[in-house]
């Protein structure tokens, strides 16, 4: 894989087949810290069931990630600006 934001792509183009396109699978969006929250929705794909995990990173106010798998079906995060390739890496690393 080139990067994350290549899995991301190739991840979301697998799963694009007539119904799950509409279903707002992968929301991203920018929070007032600031960073990002991303969220995606895991039923119906290979990461459905996987057990509750997460990841609370705080290096500083600029440096800190969240991450969690809630219910076996969404992956939540929120990070600050730079990690959110973090993020799409740990969600990549969820089908390992």
Request: glycine share 2%; proline share 1%.
């Amino acid at each position: 894989m080139k990067d994350d934001f290549s899995w991301l792509q190739q991840w979301y183009q697998a799963y694009c087949n007539e119904n799950l396109e509409y279903d707002d699978r992968i929301r991203l969006k920018t929070i007032d810290n600031p960073g990002w929250r991303l969220k995606v929705n895991l039923e119906h794909i290979e990461l459905e069931n996987k057990n509750n995990q997460r990841i609370d990173i705080y290096r500083s106010e600029e440096d800190w990630i969240m991450c969690s798998v809630r219910d076996t079906k969404f992956f939540d995060a929120a990070c600050s600006v730079e990690n959110l390739l973090k993020v799409l890496k740990s969600i990549s690393s969820l089908g390992s």
